[in-house]
Nanobody, 114 residues
């Protein structure tokens, strides 16, 4: 059974940084494209960054230049380095394939204070 476990969230002041991690287990094949999503309070879940197995990256305009997605294929880990955080980045962050193929994990809360 595929399991996604996100970690690394927390409370940070505006302008600060956080590094999120996603551990994918129970996958008997190589991970393909993966992404980080976020769901602000009262809003829909949105894709903010994605990365192919070959490390091609895409970002939502709202995070471009501030967030960096990376991966460790051998260990099936996905990371999101978030710099210059803003209050509008406050959300629960999740990882999944861009097509949302896997069951969602519990997510990790990121709260940015002004």
């Amino acid at each position: 059974q595929v399991q996604l476990v996100e970690s690394g969230g927390g409370l940070v002041q505006a302008g600060g940084s956080l590094r999120l991690s996603c551990a994918a287990s129970g996958i008997p094949f190589n991970l393909g494209a993966m992404g980080w999503f976020r769901q602000p309070p009262g809003n829909q879940r949105e894709l903010v960054a994605s990365i192919t197995r070959g490390n091609a990256q895409n970002y939502a305009d709202s995070v471009k230049g501030r967030f960096t997605i990376s991966r460790d294929n051998a260990n099936k880990m996905i990371y999101l380095q978030m710099n210059n955080l803003k209050p509008e980045d406050t959300a629960v962050y999740y990882c999944n394939t861009p097509a949302r193929n896997f069951v969602w994990g519990q997510g990790t809360q990121v709260t940015v204070s002004s």
